[in-house]
Structure formats: structure tokens, C-alpha cells
């Protein structure tokens, strides 16, 4: 835990006091989201995805308009107005970091200054919501990423947020994490592992449920390309060493088992030229990794204890992923489940939003050496997925992702999808033709109960006839069924990438 936070438990406790508690609803029992449903949320689920409502002026780029531009005020709130009934069992800190650029400009989507938001959940009630600025040096030093090479305490710190051996930490995946006061999202400073830690670190480390270690990667834009890291629960840095490839490729996500870790070196492969062009003009929007499929597309799967030299690699036809749902073994086969896109940064086809998706299957045989890559969706696959952190590495049944909709000029996410991997079947929540959810993160529900839906999906809605945010709260045995709750966040929440879900008690 950073120095002076305190325990979220004790923030928890605090909601059932007088005068902290968010609306005055009476707890229900999970899966009965009907019975005490108000009126005020959508129980309907319509057919198929509304057109788009959404007007975006093309002229202008699309994530600096609408609910993707950014908000100028740090808040802090309590007394949070509750819409359903909040299941009482959530006890903990929801935080989830995006792109905020505190400018009026930004040249892309993925670059703005990180800006934590934050809720902290019990007994019923929201108790408190606040947001910052990740204090990172380019943020202190109002420098954004225009200048000097991006690296170490060089970074934006604005893709994912994650609680690992005593710290809350977010990452831009460039550089180091930033340790944040879990107490109030304030900044502690750049976190190297006690200088174990010299290049880049992920914003998707998987935490093994079952040794508690977090496994991680790093990205380098000179060799070493990409190293793997092994950090102790107790937040020691106990591994770290260099996987050998050919080239710098943008690696967002990666993959474990229980046995294996799993990467995916993809053709978007790092441009020194544009590199130095972006540094020397960001706004001028020229992304230094480039769509470059001559290079392939090839699997790695390697020891998950380490062993970059026992690495086995399967070609795989060219293609992107940033996001995986999940990766288990089963006998000699390791399976992973992947957001691909034909392309991404492939500026002869578009400039942003990257190729034709779908929802793939790949099944990585280590003793033929066979590799199969199954199309499981391609209408409104998602993507921005989450699985239940206690089948990390596991079979897992369900996936969550975000639905997109169509629109030429922006990403416009829509729908929360359940994916039943076993049955190829769909539950979804479309929240209208206004709204717009986000990453729908899986918290699990009565700890009993190990079934991977058996818990709630926590999603910041935004609605554009209106302005409002909310953290919609959604049974994750019954998406149709829409919320059983909306927290009201009393500002505006930009769409930002990932959150993390910290139980009370952990901290
Ligand atoms: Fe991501």
C-alpha cells in the first residue's frame, strides 16, 4: 500500500454512515434484478444495435469531440445518487484510468495525459467518486509526449490501472507504471521495482489466481524488444528476462496458463523516421508504429516460470490484437481467445480504427506444432473485454466485451456482450440509442460461487442527449435484463480504457 492510503475497508465502513450513503435503496440479493427495478432503467433489450445518433464533424479528430474529449476539472464527490439497488456484496474501489489530455489538443486517441477515475463502492451505497491526472513528468512538466524520447518516468501513464503487491498502479504501457494513493488517487511517483524494472511495462499483466504472482511484458523501441517480467505478490520483482525477436512491434496484450505465457508479435512494427517526426511534431499525428504485414504474424508460447530459450512459435496469417479474453491449456493444446483486427495503423486503408474485427479461437497444438484460428464472431464482436480474474489462465466459459456501432468518423462503443464460449451464444445489454457503455469489468459476486458469471459487470455509460455519466452495474447471469443499478457520477466521464476492481480488504 502507498504511504498513507488508507484501507479501503475502512472507506467501505464509512458509506454506512449518516449523511455518506448514496440513495436510500433497499439491498437485494443477486439475480433478483427484476423484482426491485424502477422504472428509471431500460429493461429492454432491443433486437439489434440502433443506428448511430452520433454526429461527429469529421473536419475535427473524432477523440477530441463528444464524450471522448476531455474534462478540466479534478472533483471529489460523496452522497453519489444510486438509480436500481447497488448489490451490497460490492465492497471496494472501482478505479479506471483513461486518456485526458489537459490541453486542447491531442494527436491521437492513445495520447492524452492519463486521468484516474475513481468510486468507491459498499454496503449498498456509492460513498465517494473523484478523478486526477495521473502526476506523471511529462504532466508536471505540461511537456505531454512531445518531447525527449518516451521511457521511464517518461510516460503518460494513461491505458490501465491494477492493484498488485500493496500498490495501485497504472501503466501507459511506455515506461514505468506510476504508484497512485489508493486513499485518493493521488500520485506517488514512478515505480521501477526497486530498479529491477529498466524498460517498459505493460498495461495488461495477468495476476495467476493461484500463486498470486503478476506475469508481465515490456515493449522496447530498441533492443531489448520485448522481456518478460515475474513480480511476487509481495510486489518484488523476482524475474525479468529478454525474449528474443527481430524488430520492435507494438505488443499491447499478452496471454498465461497455468504452465505457459503466450505472445503475440504482430506486424506493427516501430518506424524510427516517424518516431523522430512525432517527437518533433506530435500534433502533426504521425504514429511511430506502422501496419507492416510483410513481416508476419507468429504466436509465441514459452514457459510461464521463465525460459525464453524454450519459446515455440506458430505463424499465423497477418493480423492485430490488442485485447485477449482469456488462455488456458488443455493437454497439448494452449487455446486462446482474441479482439482481432485484419489491420491497425495501416494508413493506405484508414487512420485510426484499424481493420475488420472479429472474435477468434486460436489453438496452439506444442506437440504437432499445428496452430488453428477459428472465427467464433464477426457481427459486433467487441472488444475492451474482461473475464473473471479467478479463471485467469483457466477454461473459461464467459467472456464480457464492448459492442461497437457503425460510424465511418469514430469508435463508437454501444452494447455490453456476454459471450458463452462453450455455446457461441449472446446475452447483450444495449443501453439505447444515446448511451454508449465501456469496458465492462467482471467483479465477482457470492465467493462461493465459482461460476464465471457469477458476479457483476461494472461499465461507465454515457448518455449524449443529456451529458450524463454512469456506472452501470449489470448481473452478469443476465445482461438482457439491463442494470440493477446506475450509480450517477456527478460529472462527465470520457471513454477511457481499463479499470480494475480493488476488494475491500485487500488493501
Ligand atoms: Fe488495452
Redesign the pocket.
Known amino acids: 500500500m502507498g504511504a498513507g492510503s488508507l484501507p479501503i475497508a475502512a472507506m467501505v465502513a464509512a458509506c454506512n454512515r449518516g449523511g455518506e450513503t448514496g440513495s436510500p435503496t433497499s439491498p437485494v440479493p443477486r439475480n433478483s434484478t427484476t423484482a426491485a427495478l424502477p422504472t428509471l432503467l431500460p429493461t429492454t433489450t432491443p433486437a439489434t444495435a440502433p443506428a448511430t445518433t452520433l454526429a461527429i464533424d469529421p473536419s475535427r479528430p473524432w477523440w477530441l469531440q463528444g464524450n471522448y474529449a476531455p474534462v478540466m476539472d479534478e472533483i471529489d464527490a460523496t452522497e453519489l445518487v444510486i438509480r436500481g439497488a447497488l448489490p451490497p456484496e460490492l465492497n471496494g474501489y472501482y478505479v479506471k484510468n483513461s486518456s485526458n489530455p489537459p490541453g486542447s489538443d491531442s494527436p491521437h486517441w492513445f495520447f492524452g495525459d492519463g486521468m484516474v477515475h475513481g468510486l468507491v463502492l459498499g454496503n449498498g451505497a456509492a460513498q465517494s467518486y473523484r478523478n486526477r491526472w495521473v502526476r506523471t513528468e511529462p504532466y508536471v512538466a505540461g511537456l505531454g509526449f512531445g518531447k525527449g524520447a518516451p521511457g521511464g518516468g517518461n510516460s503518460q501513464s494513461n491505458?490501465?490501472v491494477f492493484w498488485h503487491g500493496g500498490k495501485l498502479l497504472s501503466s501507459g504501457e511506455v515506461g514505468f507504471p506510476y504508484e497512485l494513493n489508493i486513499a485518493d488517487l493521488s500520485t506517488v511517483g514512478a515505480w521501477d521495482y526497486a530498479g529491477a524494472l529498466t524498460g517498459s511495462f505493460t498495461?495488461?499483466p495477468k495476476t495467476d489466481p493461484a500463486t498470486g504472482r503478476m506475469h508481465a511484458f515490456g515493449y522496447g523501441f530498441t533492443a531489448p524488444f520485448l522481456e518478460y517480467y515475474i513480480i511476487e505478490p509481495d510486489g518484488t520483482m523476482s524475474h525479468r528476462e529478454t525474449i528474443a525477436t527481430p524488430r520492435s512491434t507494438m505488443i499491447?496484450?499478452f496471454q498465461i496458463t497455468e504452465t505457459d505465457a503466450i505472445f503475440w508479435d504482430l506486424p506493427v512494427v516501430f518506424d524510427l523516421d516517424l518516431a523522430i517526426q512525432y517527437i518533433n511534431d506530435p500534433l502533426a499525428g504521425a504514429m511511430p508504429y506502422q501496419w507492416k504485414p510483410e513481416f508476419g504474424s507468429r504466436i509465441g508460447v514459452m514457459p510461464l516460470a521463465g525460459g525464453a530459450d524454450r519459446i515455440q512459435w506458430f505463424d499465423i496469417d497477418p493480423c492485430y490484437v490488442?485485447?485477449s479474453v482469456n488462455a488456458f491449456r488443455r493437454g497439448d493444446e494452449v487455446i486462446v481467445d482474441v479482439c482481432r483486427m485484419t489491420s491497425m495503423f495501416d494508413t493506405a486503408v484508414n487512420d485510426s480504427l484499424g481493420g475488420e474485427p472479429s472474435l477468434r479461437r486460436w489453438t496452439l497444438n506444442t506437440a504437432t506444432g499445428a496452430v488453428a484460428d477459428d472465427v467464433l464472431e464477426t457481427v459486433n464482436p467487441g472488444d475492451?473485454p474482461s473475464r473473471d480474474p479467478r479463471r485467469v489462465g483457466r477454461e473459461h466459459r464467459f467472456g464480457y466485451l464492448t459492442g461497437t456501432r457503425e460510424n465511418a468518423h469514430t469508435v463508437e462503443l454501444g452494447a455490453v456482450i456476454k459471450h458463452d464460449f462453450a455455446s457461441g451464444a449472446r446475452d447483450v445489454w444495449e443501453p439505447g440509442p444515446t448511451r454508449h457503455a465501456t469496458e465492462p469489468l467482471f467483479v465477482p459476486g457470492d465467493a462461493t460461487d465459482l461460476s464465471d458469471d457469477a458476479g457483476w459487470l461494472l461499465s461507465f455509460v454515457h448518455d449524449d442527449a443529456v451529458g450524463e455519466s454512469v456506472l452501470a452495474v449489470l448481473d452478469a447471469t443476465d445482461l438482457a435484463a439491463g442494470p440493477v443499478a446506475e450509480i450517477v457520477v456527478p460529472q462527465r466521464v470520457p471513454y477511457g480504457?481499463?479499470a480494475t476492481w480493488v476488494e475491500a480488504g485487500d488493501s
Request: overall charge negative.
Open positions: 491505458v490501465s498495461a495488461h499491447h496484450d490488442f485485447h475492451l480504457f481499463h
